[in-house]
């Protein structure tokens, strides 16, 4: 009876030791996977002002390119205003001599 129990505390203090190894595995694991996770924090954490440029970048790009498209179709559509102004301007002019040569007449 004796050895078996000896055999027990025997298994129990292999199994005690197994325990706070795999303890002391999972700790490592988790503190390796915490460190990891941090890092990978960091690193995003610095890219931040890189990417935030990049889109900034692009959206000036962009807002560049539209105000010089706006800045085109409004000169054209001044031009084309200059000229219906200068068309009307003159057809007025040739009405009103018209209308003075007219008058003079009657």
Do not use: C, W
Not at 33 to 44: H, K, P, S, W, Y
Not at 55 to 80: I, P, S
Not at 90 to 102: Q, R
């Amino acid at each position: 009876m004796e050895d078996v129990l000896k055999l027990l505390l025997e298994a129990e203090s292999r199994a005690e030791a197994l325990v706070k190894e795999a303890e002391a595995e999972r700790d490592a694991l988790v503190n390796q996977a915490e460190a990891e996770a941090r890092a990978t924090e960091e690193a995003f954490a610095a890219k931040i002002p890189e990417i935030r440029n990049r889109y900034l970048q692009k959206a000036e790009e962009e807002a560049a390119q539209k105000l010089k498209e706006l800045k085109r179709h409004y000169e054209e559509l001044k031009v084309r205003v200059q000229n219906s102004a200068e068309q009307h301007e003159s057809e007025a002019v040739k009405a009103a001599v018209a209308l003075l040569l007219d008058k003079g007449k009657g």
